[in-house]
Structure formats: C-alpha cells, structure tokens
C-alpha cells in the first residue's frame, strides 16, 4: 500500500510557519499582512472557496478584506475596485476568486491587478517571471504540490514527471516548477497520444485534468509518486462526495505514494495562498 502524503497535516504545519511570520511582520514592522478576497456572483464552490480562505487567514493571525459584489457587476466596476485595492497600503494580496460570470473578461481583471499584490501568480509578469526561473509570487497549487513531493523525493533532479493538463492555473506552472527542480517533464492533455504509457514510464504522475478518476492503476509504474489535484463532485447514494482525477484505492495499492482526496493538494493550495500573501506583505516592506 502506497505512503499516504497527508495534505491536511502538511498545511498545518505551513500554516504555522505563516502564523510566525505574520508574528514577526507586527512586531518587527508593524505590519499586520492582509488579504483582500473578490467575489462576484453567487457560484456555491466560489463561496465555500472564498469562506475557507478568510477563515484560514483569520485563524493565522492576518487580516483579512472581503468584497462581494452581485452578478450584474461590471467590468468597469471591478477594474475600479482592483485599482482602490492596488493603491490601498493596508492591503498587501489580492485574490479574484475565479471563475467570474461570463460577462467579464478574466484576463483583463488578472493583469489589472498589481504584480507584487497577485497572491495567485496569475499575473503575465509573474507567469512570466516562473517560466524564466526567477523567484515571483508562485501558483497556489502547483506550490502545494511540490511541497507534497519534496515530503517523498528531497531531490526531485532526474526525476521524470507527466504532468496531466495544461491549464495555466495548474498544469502549464505545475510544469515550471518541476523542470526548475530538474525533472524531466512531460506534459500531457486531451489530445495526447497513449497517455497511459506516458504516465507508466513516469516516476512522478501530476494528475490535473479534472476528469474523474481518470488515472487508473494500470497508468502507474509501480512505486511511482501520485500528486491527484482533481476535485470533482459525485452522488453517492445522495449524498455529495469530492474525488479526485485518481481512481484512488485501485492506485494505491501500486503506487509509492499517493495524495487523497480530500485532505491532499485542496489545504495544500490555501496554506500556499497564506504563505504567498506574506511573502508579498515582506517584499512591499522593502
Ligand atoms: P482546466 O479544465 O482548466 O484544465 C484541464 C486540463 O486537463 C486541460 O489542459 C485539458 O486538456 C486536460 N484534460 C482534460 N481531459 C483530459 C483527458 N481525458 N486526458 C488528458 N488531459 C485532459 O482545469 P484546471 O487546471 O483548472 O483544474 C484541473 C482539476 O484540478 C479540476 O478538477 C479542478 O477542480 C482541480 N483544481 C483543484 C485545486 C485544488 O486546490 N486542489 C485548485 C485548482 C484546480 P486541453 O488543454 O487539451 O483541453
């Protein structure tokens, strides 16, 4: 049976670490590090998202800003308010909880958010800064990720990662980090070919292509690495039940080490977004 990598005990330890910087910011320079969170529209997983985020900022001792704006809102009204929260130095993260309702234009919103305060790193400068190798504000997940893995493989160097989806919320900076940690890396979509003897030659497999239990055992090299980011709601017998992009108890009995879902990358990704946030809070202090 595979090690489990245990994404819920994982966080807690980063959140402590992020509660004893946030201890040092106040003390050393008064500074109290604080997230400002934009939603808009009613979508239920946006609002379950954006209740956890508050909460974990809270519980970490920062502060922490919410703006829930209605459906109706308008580009011209939300560029307004990212400019306010640019210019407000109380604020040092900004996070547009996607995905926005189809009348507004994503990309716009994230590039119009100031790169030193884009906690998420969707922003072209950082996405750009990734792709070079420079340190930058990092994609929440993907940072997660590599977190999980370096608990089974210290060394990553040699490593051959496939990583499954090429979003560029995920996949394309999941990529990044690995090749920077001298992987070899492989990425894989839709329209990939023979997906499954990719993924077999693999010794780190990155599922994110949100298709339910998509990676099956007979995908997996035994003793490979397994990072499932995939969340995707199922009935069972009625009730709602989260899985992952992994057909999980198939894939744990071969693989080396494996994240569940839940309780993998998902406390992963918020801890990183707290981490990231003072990150940005130290970095405007110089
Ligand atoms: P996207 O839908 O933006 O991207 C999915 C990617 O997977 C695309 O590149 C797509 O290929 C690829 N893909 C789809 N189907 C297949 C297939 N059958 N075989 C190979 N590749 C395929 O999703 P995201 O990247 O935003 O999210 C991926 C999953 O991760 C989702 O389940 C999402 O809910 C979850 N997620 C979890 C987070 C967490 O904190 N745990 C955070 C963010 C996302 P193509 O480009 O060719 O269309």
Request: negative net charge; glycine residues 8%; charged residues 20%.
């Amino acid at each position: 049976m595979a090690q489990l990598i245990d994404g819920k005990q994982l966080s807690n330890q980063v959140l402590q670490e992020v509660a004893s910087e946030v201890e040092r910011l106040k003390a050393e320079h008064d500074v109290e590090p604080t997230l400002a969170v934009v939603l808009v529209g009613e979508d239920p997983a946006s609002q379950v998202y954006v209740r956890n985020k508050v909460k974990r900022a809270k519980e970490a001792g920062m502060g922490s800003i919410e703006h829930r704006l209605g459906t109706e809102t308008t580009q011209g009204d939300l560029n307004q308010l990212i400019e306010r929260l640019n210019h407000d130095p109380r604020v040092h993260g900004i996070l547009v909880q996607l995905p926005l309702p189809s009348h507004l234009d994503e990309e716009e919103v994230i590039a119009a958010i100031n790169p030193a305060k884009d906690v998420d790193g969707f922003h072209p400068l950082n996405v750009g800064a990734l792709a070079a190798g420079q340190a930058s504000l990092v994609p929440c997940t993907p940072q997660g990720c590599m977190i999980m893995l370096r608990q089974v493989h210290p060394d990553l160097s040699g490593k051959h990662a496939v990583v499954v989806g090429r979003s560029n919320i995920v996949g394309k900076p999941m990529a990044a980090l690995l090749l920077q940690a001298n992987c070899t890396v492989t990425i894989a979509h839709s329209r990939t070919q023979d997906i499954e003897s990719l993924c077999r030659n693999a010794d780190i497999v990155v599922a994110a292509a949100g298709r339910r239990e998509l990676v099956d055992a007979d995908w997996i090299k035994p003793g490979a690495t397994v990072i499932d980011v995939g969340i995707n709601a199922i009935e069972v017998e009625g009730k709602r039940k989260l899985v992952g992009d992994v057909a999980f108890e198939a894939v744990a009995e071969k693989a080396g080490a494996i994240t569940p879902v839940p309780g993998g990358v998902g406390p992963m990704t918020i801890a990183c977004l707290l981490l990231n946030t003072t990150r940005a809070a130290r970095h405007q202090l110089a």
